[in-house]
């Protein structure tokens, strides 16, 4: 992919708020929004699927955002709560022509 181009400007809550929420609406029960990484390579952080949609249907904020200009998406760090109440951490990209995301990776914060 190229590294010179137009970036498009970053989303701001709202709109990556909405993104989120029309994507978990329309995607089947059957596919799972999380990377390979983020569903088996730290199981002992205790987070599952449920987690995650739990966390993004929740009230959360931006903790942070950067756009990768090798895979040319922005790439949001999200502050947010599991099921049981505990702060997690939600790493997503996101697809803005076809409103989509995918969970990158995800942890507990201490």
């Known amino acids: 992919m190229s590294s010179e181009g137009y970036i498009p400007p970053a989303k701001s809550t709202d709109e990556l708020k909405k993104l989120v929420l029309e994507a978990i609406q329309k995607t089947p029960e059957y596919r ?15 987070l599952s699927t ?9 009230d959360w904020d931006i903790a942070r955002a950067r756009f990768n200009k090798d895979e040319w998406q922005w790439k949001y760090e999200i502050d947010s709560e599991s099921i049981d109440g505990g702060q997690i951490t939600i790493i997503i990209a996101v697809d803005s022509l076809n409103r989509e995301f995918t969970v990158v990776t995800r942890w507990r914060d201490s």
Request: glycine share 4%; proline share 4%; net charge negative.
């Open 50 to 58: 449920d987690d995650v949609i739990h966390a993004l249907e929740q």
């Open 32 to 46: 799972n929004p999380e990377t390979f990484h983020a569903l088996y390579d730290h199981l002992e952080r205790g």
